[in-house]
């Protein structure tokens, strides 16, 4: 029975499915899928109950009984949207490449759903009938959003296609996309569609804020600088170096947590407590993570007014940086700072896209788009009572992100648009290159820290 129409960009693909016999029609793209006039296109002129979207510019190759097997699924569930697992061709070898299921916080643009999409017709034409929007970039992405509104996405968990992986760069490199300069107008367009969806699932918060008393408690240092750690011999002297050598008018000290490092990063560690400024906490061998240690650090009775970020691999841009996080928090009265940081090699070297600015950061939306990116910034600052009362999780992974989203739920992000970092990118980076299964796994976890936080603010709007 053919039930499908299918829309893809390359006649080798329309070759490839109307030989399926479950396939009505196929049509060669004339825009692509990226264009809001595209997808309301394909919604006019998609006629069967089922509508096959190929968002690749490269080959597709079925396994046998794909399209058979996902009207199966579509009919058991009454899935909106389906899509599955698929191997892809990278560099001349042919590998798994599984997907992760959808949640109501899969809110990234770039969520990975594979080249191969399958939706009810029904529920593509009711979508594309509220795409009121325009765009160039963000029109792909405003269907799924839409879609979701009304109806569920599928995540068929069984290889069912190849298609060729034309992006071979590593995982590390691709994580920063979505804050190199180049791409800036795209990501205006996906704050804009994400915001609407914001607004139609009740989860939008409007640019009003609760006042952070900043002057709360009493503190011996007004600031600490935090740097968790573990192995990291190679780097964590000069990560010391820069914390210690910082200009303030203020006391401040640095709190370096080492979570049993194994390979001499302790004694490059235990060379440095001369100086009066450090502190050393030595964690005990049951689990603690990123999230952990930074509590270790936030809860010690020596932890200044604010906590301000450092990881064990980079620096701080120049000796200014802790006074100007300071001054940030007392000029503008808010819970959390970000800063801008410049990207180096290992020797210092700058590197693609260079100074990266998080633009995406603004006073009026900023907490509305940090639930469509994929990290807040960099480097942090923290209001160290407002931090002991929430804690980040035990995790290694994430840990920031849902302390940072927590917090801009109710109090405004303060912004330092100088350099105020140097993040190295190096072979030892624990993001440089992941697997795909790791790479899956930070995602879900992410979408869940995303999940849990729309929820939370559409019960908010609910009161």
Known sequence: MKRIDCFVSLAS?????????????????????????????????ASAEFTLLYTRQTDLSLVHYALERMLQVADDTGAAMLYADRFISKGGEVVPAPVIDYQQGSLRDDFEFGGLLLLRTSALKGAAVRMTADYAAAGLYDLRLKVSQTGRLEHIGEYLYYEIESDLRKSGEKQFDYVDPKNRQSQIEMEQAVTDHLKAVGGYLAPSFRA????????????SVVIPCKNRVKTIGDALRSALSQK??????????????????VDVIKSFLGDPKLVYIAQDPTWHAIGGNWNAAIHHPACGRFALQLDSDDLYYDENTVQKFVDAFRAQGCAMVVGCYQMTDFDLNPLPPFVIEHREWTP????????????????RGFWTPLLRRLNFPTTKYGEDYAVGLRISREYQI???????????????????DLSIEKVNANNFYKDRIRTWELQARIALNSK
């Open 414 to 432: 303060g912004r330092v648009y100088d350099v105020l970092y140097t993040c190295r990118r190096w072979g030892g980076n624990s993001d440089s």
């Open 212 to 223: 952070a008393d900043i002057t709360e408690g009493e503190f011996a240092f007004e600031a």
């Open 248 to 265: 303030t008018d203020f006391p401040y000290n640095v709190i370096v947590v080492d979570d049993n490092s194994t390979d001499g990063t």
């Open 364 to 379: 009026e939306n900023g907490r509305n788009n940090a639930l469509r990116i994929n990290g807040l910034g960099a480097p």
């Open 13 to 45: 693909q329309a070759e490839i499915l109307s030989r399926e016999e479950t396939v009505a029609s196929v049509h060669l793209l004339e825009q692509p899928l990226t264009r809001s006039a595209s997808v309301r296109a394909v919604a006019k002129a």
